[in-house]
Nanobody, 125 residues
Framework: QVQLVESGGGSVQAGGSLNVSCAAS?????MGWFRQVQGKEREGVAV???????RYADSVKGRFSTSRDNVKNTLYLQMNSLKPEDTAMYYC??????????????????????WGQGTQVTVSS
């Protein structure tokens, strides 16, 4: 079973930037970044298939960018122009390994079967 470990995150003032990474212990197909604020539903932020096609939530378009290095089995999330409402626990997730490399990545969290432990991002005003 693939394990996912996030790193990065932390605290930054509004307008600043942060990077988070997710190291996978093995092969992954579609991967995604999700975030959750306590008491609220976990929501998709950015998802990417193995071929590198990415989709973004409307709330982060133009500010966040996700990429992956399939040789290093690592997923990245570059977050720019951060806002206080971006404050959340950020999780990376992986879909089934048997999925095609070109499938359109989904924002449905139930389609992801492996999750990291999360990393906190806090943006102060």
């Amino acid at each position: 079973q693939v394990q996912l470990v996030e790193s990065g995150g932390g605290s930054v003032q509004a307008g600043g930037s942060l990077n988070v990474s997710c190291a996978a212990s093995g092969y992954t197909a579609t991967m995604g970044w999700f975030r959750q604020v306590q008491g609220k539903e976990r929501e998709g932020v950015a998802v990417i298939n193995r071929d590198g096609f990415a989709r973004y939530a409307d709330s982060v378009k133009g500010r966040f960018s996700t990429s992956r290095d399939n040789v290093k089995n690592t997923l990245y999330l570059q977050m720019n122009s951060l806002k206080p409402e971006d404050t959340a626990m950020y999780y990376c997730a992986a879909g089934p390994a048997g999925s095609s490399t070109w499938e359109t990545p989904s924002f449905h969290k139930w389609e992801y079967i492996r999750w990291g432990q999360g990393t906190q991002v806090t943006v102060s005003s």
